[in-house]
């Protein structure tokens, strides 16, 4: 049988808890809500910590003022941590209504002491599990959707710590043996399971917040790698890391890859005679244009300067053409305002049907001298390669 010192145990919890704190105190990301959620979830730990490290000065009774520290500083860690976790996954929760919460939370335990020793146990029991559970409703998108192991792994961690309080409420509800310190009313043998559990947790939370937090900038890092910051499409490098993708999912469907290179007519006289504000807007307007006119599994690449590169599924070379002029006809029906005016743009597109075994590199250099032979033919028109990939 297991033999341990419950409280001795809690006071190495809270020591544990403190140690929480400051790892997450350390952490400054750049999002505002990662930086509000961490800077809670310290408080939560600190909160804890104090609250559970006290009782190295000992407990005399379960009704006691270090007692009563005990159970009114963990629901408020847990009330603080649910409100954390709520602001790391982007979610507002008003000051005033996560503060009123918590100040309901002292206000419980304030009125359960005037009853006795039980009243408060139970105010307790009550208040901790329905604030594991408001923390384990706080992270439901990484619970029912997690987009990585990290966010998977919390909010099991959470489920459980949840489930553990509904299953001390039913073991308190079957106690009747005398109110006992630590507020542990379980069977001898089950007791130190939970005293261990909970000793664990703020060290164990604390390092997985911190995955978390770090999958979800290294998932940032990918997307600002992978997207435009002036057009908000794809960059070059996109093109060769998704295109693969793309070109898999129209194969498997039993149709045809077109490559497109679109380049802007004239665009540096637009940034000689405009100023390159009016350059910018001019790239924005074409790349959100194209992106309106192709279907949402279609790739959209700024391939550099005012150079677009697109990967579309399309049905045969016929249907190809039809999507390059359908792209020409919606450029240069869409006029960019500027500071002189509204200013009338047009496209060249050159075109390349990608073949059976070529690579996407291949595709796009035929496709780009298909757009050279556009732009020497007088631009604002479509040129389809003459040659036949393999």
């Known amino acids: 049988m297991l033999h341990l010192d419950i409280l ?37 730990f600190l909160v804890l910590g104090v609250s559970l490290f006290q009782a190295v000065f000992g407990v005399d009774a ?36 996560a503060l009123g919460l918590l ?31 408001l923390a384990v409703a706080a992270l439901k998108r990484a619970i029912l959707r ?5 966010e998977r792994v919390l909010g099991l961690a959470m489920l459980l710590f949840a489930a553990s309080w509904v299953l001390r409420a039913v073991l308190t509800l079957r106690y009747d043996s005398p109110l006992l310190t630590h ?5 001898a043998n089950v007791a130190p399971v939970f005293a261990i559990f909970y000793g664990v947790m703020p060290i164990f939370l604390a390092t997985v917040v911190l995955n978390v937090i770090n999958a979800r900038l290294t998932a940032r890092l990918e997307r600002l790698a992978l997207t435009d910051e002036l057009t908000g499409v794809t960059t070059r490098r996109a093109l060769r890391d998704l295109a693969p993708s793309v070109i898999a999912a129209a194969r498997g469907a039993g149709a045809e890859v077109a490559v497109l290179m679109v380049d802007i007519d004239h665009f540096k006289q637009v940034n ?25 599994d279609a790739l959209v690449t ?89």
Not at 66 to 91: C, I, K, N, Y
């Open 8 to 44: 001795s145990a809690f006071v190495i919890c809270g020591a544990a808890s403190c140690v929480a704190a400051a790892m997450l105190a350390l952490v400054r990301p750049d999002e505002r809500h990662l930086r509000e959620g961490l800077r809670i979830c310290s408080a939560a």
């Open 62 to 97: 379960p009704d006691s003022v270090s007692a009563q520290a005990m159970l009114v500083g963990s629901s408020l860690g847990v009330g603080l941590f649910a409100w954390g976790l709520a602001r790391l996954d982007a979610v507002r929760v008003r000051p005033a209504l």
């Open 103 to 133: 100040a309901a939370v002292v206000l419980v335990h304030a009125i359960a002491a005037q009853q006795g020793g039980w009243a408060q146990s139970h105010a307790f029991l009550a208040t901790m599990t329905a604030l594991s559970l």
């Open 146 to 150: 997690p987009d990585h192991v990290a």
């Open 183 to 187: 507020h542990i009313h379980a069977p």
């Open 272 to 296: 000689d005679r405009l100023g390159h504000l009016s350059g910018d807007d001019v790239l924005r307007v074409v790349a959100r244009t194209l992106r309106a006119q192709v279907r949402p």
């Open 302 to 390: 700024r391939y550099g300067g005012e150079e677009f590169a697109l990967v579309v599924p399309v049905g045969d070379l016929a249907a190809a053409r039809h999507v390059a002029e359908r792209l020409r006809l919606a450029v240069a029906g869409q006029p960019v305002s500027t500071g002189s005016g509204a200013l009338a743009v047009t496209v060249s597109v050159g075109l390349a049907l990608l073949g059976a075994s070529e690579s996407i590199d291949a595709a796009v250099q035929r496709a780009d001298e298909a757009l050279y032979r556009a732009k020497r033919g007088g631009r604002d028109r479509v040129e389809t390669s003459i040659e036949v990939a393999a």
